[in-house]
């Protein structure tokens, strides 16, 4: 039997990511403003490469994440915004199953998926409200990058523009500049071939 609804996509991850010097001066911006900052979190995310498809060339993601004692599986569409990191994403929690982060990624490594890498980082995640968005905004701690700023909004298709000029003028507003487009795993896999 056909479905006449539509089919759902997902929601946009309208992101900007910044390398920093350190994030001591970007805290206090954001104090100012009244934002507050959650505690640290250990995050590792294990990166899959799919069996016949290169992520790499189609500019995809497929992931398990473990924040602390939460998994979430991931998978991120190609970008589609030259000025933002924009892409489809479909992020799954996996809490209340009783697999562990190893039993996870042994069953994707049996359907074929192999490890691309694993990306390892100290994050602190708060929230500013900008323009009627509640705009994320995480500092981010890199094992073998440094330091990162990131701001974060999911959108409807339909609220990509106001929502990608939302996140640009917040951006300017901290006097962040220079956005990195590549992933944390493409800057680490840059690194480790030079």
Do not use: C, M
């Given at each position: 039997m056909e479905s006449s609804s539509p089919v759902n996509f997902g929601t946009l991850e309208v992101e900007m990511k910044f390398a920093v010097p350190n994030h001591t001066d970007l805290e206090e911006r954001l104090a100012r403003l009244g934002v507050r900052l959650g505690?640290?979190?250990l995050?590792?995310?294990?990166?899959?490469?799919?069996?016949?498809?290169?992520?790499?060339?189609?500019?995809?993601a497929f992931r398990i994440r473990r924040a602390g004692t939460a998994l979430f599986l991931t998978y991120k569409g190609p970008k589609i915004d030259?000025?933002?990191?924009?892409?489809?994403?479909?992020e799954i929690s996996l809490s209340g199953c009783e697999a562990s982060w190893e039993?996870?990624?042994?069953?994707?490594?049996?359907?074929?998926f192999g490890s691309?890498?694993?990306?390892?980082?100290?994050?602190r995640r708060g929230v500013i409200p900008y323009q009627g968005l509640e705009i994320q905004i995480t500092l981010d701690s890199v094992d073998g990058l440094?330091?990162?700023?990131?701001?974060e909004v999911c959108c409807t298709p339909e609220n990509f523009g106001k929502t990608r000029e939302a996140v640009i003028s917040l951006a300017e507003e901290l006097g962040l500049n220079a956005g990195e487009r590549r992933s944390y795993l493409e800057l680490l896999m840059?690194?480790?071939?030079t």
């Open positions: 505690e640290r979190i995050e590792e995310d294990y990166y899959f490469r799919h069996p016949s498809r290169d992520f790499s060339a189609t500019d995809e030259p000025a933002t990191k924009t892409r489809r994403e479909i039993e996870w990624q042994n069953l994707f490594s049996a359907l074929g691309a890498g694993v990306v390892r980082k100290q994050r440094g330091d990162f700023a990131e701001l840059e690194k480790a071939s």
